[in-house]
């Protein structure tokens, strides 16, 4: 017997929808010049935290795309309380972060979310052509994600202040990369429009 959709993946579908994709801020930091990028992710945390929120409560769908790190047997949810319980910035960045239950996340081998992973699978599931694309390190994981999705003609917006990098230098050349270079929308997150506009009144 067919089991009813959940009333979240039933709301979630609608063609032409917008998702949040959070890279690689749910990590317990103990990767080579790991203390370079956790000042940034921590940083950039809250404001990704409240446009989070944002998502919640307009209905967009938010998915987590984290490294495993060689790991094939990683598990995400494992990968959370571990970095929980590490305690320091880490940890506080999971607090501010951790997924909810209607979330959905993927573990990514490389840098691209949509390298060897389901994402352009569960995009299209959800009918959504337009992403968000947020968290670290802006001129890898994020730039290599934006890159992906453009060839898939999925539409991406990069919000400069939920991205970051090891350092300010490099993360404002990635962001002029993504506005000259790419022609994305980077305007900051507080702007961003994540209910469909009504249409214009006929003339």
Not at 155 to 161: H, R
């Amino acid at each position: 017997m067919t089991q009813p959709e959940s009333t979240h993946e039933a709301a979630d579908r609608c063609p032409g929808g917008l998702a949040l994709l959070i890279t690689d801020m749910i990590s317990l930091w103990d990767f080579p010049d790991a203390d370079k990028l956790l000042p940034a992710a921590a940083a950039i945390a809250p404001r990704l935290a409240a446009l989070r929120r944002r998502c919640h409560e307009a209905g967009v769908p938010v998915i987590y795309a984290n490294d495993n790190r060689g790991r094939w047997r990683s598990d995400f949810r494992e990968l959370v309380d571990k970095a929980r319980q590490a305690g320091g910035p880490g940890a506080h960045i999971v607090e501010q972060l951790a997924p909810h239950t209607d979330d959905y996340f993927l573990l990514k081998p490389k840098h691209s979310a949509f390298f060897a992973t389901p994402l352009e699978l569960l995009l299209a599931d959800l009918g959504i052509r337009q992403i968000i694309v947020t968290g670290v390190s802006s001129d890898q994981c994020v730039l290599s994600t934006v890159s992906d999705a453009r060839m898939r003609n999925i539409d991406a917006l990069v919000p400069q202040d939920c991205i970051g990098t090891q350092g300010d230098e490099r993360n404002a050349a990635a962001i002029r990369h993504f506005s000259e270079v790419l022609g994305v929308d980077t305007a900051a997150s507080p702007g961003l429009q994540l209910r469909p506009q009504p249409p214009e009144p006929s003339a």
